[in-house]
């Protein structure tokens, strides 16, 4: 009822292209979770749980898996696997566990952050040679590499196999240990080509997220060998991670694992038709060649307004893009958005620069939303 009614208030159909993160269970998801065999997970007895982590565990090729909350709390996991106090870790200026997780390497494990400036929040052996800072007690202890991918305010980008290997190597020939930030990583493997014992082999540690792209109300999953694992189940408790019942949400990742990996293509060809479209309206400038799976980021004319204010007209037009500061717009295509729904808004967007911004209050929200 109470569904309805929000649909009298808002007559027209939203088209909601601020994050893959907005999705709704569908009807079939939410019939395996209602029906989900269920068991205490922190005695590791929830059937579901460990079925799971089991499976993600052989698709990564590696020997276990362990269920967190969030993206953000399963990096964490990572981070205070592999790290000791004043220890330090090597990351892309954008990535998301120095940038979205709230100062959490610092807050959590004592670990600072060096951030490193390069293209499309990828990094290569150039960008991270002499970063690793001698061993001298002046220094923090260079300890952890984390890489992302998808890499998202970087641009969606996606890595190519062969960088992953060689930057991999580089890192253990260093001594440092290796975690990606895997949220969208089953977008990077659809769109690069490779596969999850690909990745398996380049990391220690890999984070999963299963409430992005594939569609699921919550869930991610730190993935490595079994040390490293039973470590982060420990740390998982000290986070107040440890979970129940929690088979209801692991039977919708599991779901989604076998009916929402390959349709990703779907939203990467939904986000090229996107970004071409974009490219060819004049006052916006996007370029597609840079899109590489469901992100799309293009950016607004100055003397057109702002980010916040364009998102704020399209927002009373029924589309939702999130404001990324500045000029720059993020669009995100994902299970809920149809192609139709991409020509759509692609047509709000002309009418609405063609309409002017002139009476648009900053409406939006004014942070990034980065999600
Ligand atoms: C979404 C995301 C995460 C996890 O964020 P949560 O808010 O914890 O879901 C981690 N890394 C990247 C790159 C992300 O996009």
Same mark, same amino acid.
């Given at each position: 009822?109470?569904?309805?009614?929000?649909?009298?208030?808002?007559?027209?159909?939203?088209?909601?292209?601020?994050?893959?993160?907005?999705?709704?269970?569908?009807?079939?998801?939410?019939?395996?979770?209602?029906?989900?065999?269920?068991?205490?997970?922190?005695?590791?007895?929830?059937?579901?749980?460990?079925?799971?982590?089991?499976?993600?565990?052989?698709?990564?090729?590696?020997?276990?898996?362990?269920?967190?909350?969030?993206?953000?709390?399963?990096?964490?996991?990572?981070?205070?696997?592999?790290?000791?106090?004043?220890?330090?870790?090597?990351?892309?200026?954008?990535?998301?566990?120095?940038?979205?997780?709230?100062?959490?390497?610092?807050?959590?494990?004592?670990?600072?952050?060096?951030?490193?400036?390069?293209?499309?929040?990828?990094?290569?052996?150039?960008?991270?040679?002499?970063?690793?800072?001698?061993?001298?007690?002046?220094?923090?202890?260079?300890?952890?590499?984390?890489?992302?991918?998808?890499?998202?305010?970087?641009?969606?980008?996606?890595?190519?196999?062969?960088?992953?290997?060689?930057?991999?190597?580089?890192?253990?020939?260093?001594?440092?240990?290796?975690?990606?930030?895997?949220?969208?990583?089953?977008?990077?493997?659809?769109?690069?080509?490779?596969?999850?014992?690909?990745?398996?082999?380049?990391?220690?540690?890999?984070?999963?997220?299963?409430?992005?792209?594939?569609?699921?109300?919550?869930?991610?999953?730190?993935?490595?060998?079994?040390?490293? &694992?039973?470590?982060?189940?420990?740390?998982?408790?000290? @986070?107040? $991670?440890? +979970? #129940?019942?929690? /088979? *209801?949400?692991?039977?919708?990742?599991?779901?989604?694992?076998?009916?929402?990996?390959?349709?990703?293509?779907?939203?990467?060809?939904?986000?090229?038709?996107?970004?071409?479209?974009?490219?060819?309206?004049?006052?916006?400038?996007?370029?597609?060649?840079?899109?590489?799976?469901?992100?799309?980021?293009?950016? &607004?004319?100055?003397?057109?307004?702002?980010?916040?204010? @364009?998102? $704020?007209? +399209? #927002?009373?037009? /029924? *589309?939702?893009?999130?404001?990324?500061?500045?000029?720059?717009?993020?669009?995100?295509?994902?299970?809920?958005?149809?192609?139709?729904?991409?020509?759509?808004?692609?047509?709000?967007?002309?009418?609405?620069?063609?309409?002017?911004?002139?009476?648009?209050?900053?409406?939006?929200?004014?942070?990034?939303?980065?999600?």
């Amino acid at each position: 009822m109470a569904h309805s009614r929000s649909l009298k208030v808002c007559p027209v159909k939203l088209i909601d292209l601020r994050s893959d993160t907005v999705t709704r269970p569908s009807l079939a998801m939410r019939h395996v979770m209602a029906n989900a065999e269920v068991g205490d997970d922190m005695l590791g007895e929830d059937p579901t749980v460990n079925r799971l982590e089991k499976m993600v565990a052989e698709m990564f090729g590696r020997e276990a898996a362990v269920f967190a909350c969030s993206g953000t709390q399963s990096n964490q996991m990572g981070v205070r696997v592999h790290c000791v106090p004043g220890d330090e870790l090597l990351i892309n200026e954008t990535g998301h566990i120095s940038l979205f997780e709230g100062g959490a390497p610092a807050a959590l494990s004592g670990v600072t952050v060096r951030t490193i400036a390069a293209d499309g929040g990828f990094l290569d052996i150039p960008n991270l040679e002499g970063r690793i800072r001698s061993n001298d007690q002046h220094f923090p202890r260079t300890r952890l590499l984390c890489l992302e991918n998808t890499t998202n305010i970087g641009g969606g980008r996606v890595y190519p196999l062969d960088q992953l290997q060689r930057v991999s190597e580089w890192a253990v020939a260093h001594g440092l240990k290796r975690h990606l930030d895997g949220a969208r990583v089953f977008n990077a493997m659809v769109a690069g080509g490779y596969s999850a014992t690909d990745l398996g082999k380049c990391f220690d540690t890999i984070s999963v997220c299963f409430s992005k792209g594939l569609g699921c109300p919550m869930g991610s999953m730190l993935i490595g060998d079994r040390d490293d &694992i039973l470590k982060a189940r420990r740390v998982r408790k000290i @986070f107040g $991670g440890s +979970l #129940r019942q929690a /088979g *209801i949400v692991a039977a919708a990742a599991i779901h989604a694992l076998e009916n929402n990996v390959d349709r990703l293509r779907q939203d990467h060809e939904n986000a090229q038709q996107l970004a071409q479209g974009l490219t060819g309206i004049e006052g916006l400038r996007c370029d597609a060649s840079l899109v590489d799976s469901n992100l799309v980021f293009f950016e &607004i004319d100055s003397n057109l307004g702002t980010a916040v204010q @364009f998102c $704020g007209a +399209l #927002r009373e037009q /029924g *589309i939702l893009i999130g404001p990324m500061g500045g000029q720059r717009m993020r669009a995100v295509t994902h299970l809920d958005v149809s192609a139709e729904d991409v020509s759509q808004a692609l047509e709000v967007v002309r009418s609405c620069l063609a309409k002017g911004l002139a009476n648009q209050t900053a409406t939006a929200g004014s942070g990034p939303y980065s999600k």
